[in-house]
């Protein structure tokens, strides 16, 4: 069975940074693109950042580049997102999922909150 | 990136036949066949619905399908049933290594 397990969101100042985590087994994680999608409360879902197989190519969207970075360990079977300078806009339920520019599975997801 | 524009909301009853569209440019709808779409139940956790336009991922139920004519892409689910009642989101590649999602379709069952 497919597994994405989030974790590592939370309450955090604006200008403060954030380290999200997501946990994958029962598929190749290696062998896979790996993503992270947001959902702002009430609003709807928005494509952040994938990465390939190999960490050798990583796309953002336009509003979190030079703030947000994506990296893997596949020793861990794990995805990460790196998020600095976090603005109010950047609250949001953060879902890792398992693609590039379709996702065939999806964590439960993990909430960050920027407020102060 | 603009998202791609979807009908706030879409209804129909039981047994009847709902599409919902998804419109976009030819800078991604109608530029690549990388159109997908994804039903999210409140509180849950999107679910993969359909795949380069019209394909359906295993386990899928045939009734809902997907087609794309020139820069609008739709989603048509047939014999509706209860369990379908949900957000429903479309997506495009958009060329440049991005992606964008359509703003979502609340689909009521009557």
């Known amino acids: 069975e497919v597994q994405l397990v989030e974790s590592g969101g939370g309450l955090v100042q604006p200008g403060g940074s954030l380290r999200l985590s997501c946990a994958a087994s029962?598929?190749?994680?290696?062998?896979?693109?790996m993503s992270w999608v947001r959902q702002a409360p009430g609003k709807g879902l928005e494509w952040v950042a994938s990465?390939?197989?190999?960490?050798?190519?990583?796309y953002y969207v336009d509003s979190v580049k030079g703030r947000f970075t994506i990296s893997r360990d596949d020793t861990k079977n794990s995805l990460y997102l790196q998020m600095n300078t976090l603005r109010a806009e950047d609250t949001a339920m953060y879902y890792c999922?398992?693609?590039?520019?379709?996702?065939?599975?999806w964590g439960q997801g993990t909430l960050v909150t920027v407020s102060s | 990136q603009s998202a791609l524009t979807q009908p706030p909301s879409a209804s129909g009853s039981p047994g009847q036949s709902v599409t919902i569209s998804c419109t976009g440019t030819?800078?991604?709808?109608?530029?690549?066949?990388?159109v997908s779409w994804y039903q999210q139940h409140p509180g849950k956790a999107p679910k993969f619905m359909i795949y380069?336009?019209?394909k359906r991922p295993s386990g899928v139920p045939d009734r809902f399908s997907g087609s794309k004519s020139g820069n609008t892409a739709s989603l048509t689910v047939s014999g509706l049933q209860a369990e379908d009642e949900a957000d429903y989101y479309c997506?495009?590649?958009?060329?440049?290594?991005?992606?964008?999602f359509g703003g979502g379709t609340k689909l009521t069952v009557l």
């Open positions: 999922a398992r693609g590039a520019w379709n996702f065939g599975y």
């Open positions: 029962g598929f190749s994680f290696s062998n896979s693109w």
């Open positions: 990465i390939k197989q190999d960490g050798s190519e990583k």
């Open positions: 030819s800078s991604d709808v109608g530029g690549y066949n990388y």
């Open positions: 380069e336009v019209n």
């Open positions: 997506s495009s590649y958009a060329g440049n290594n991005n992606l964008v």
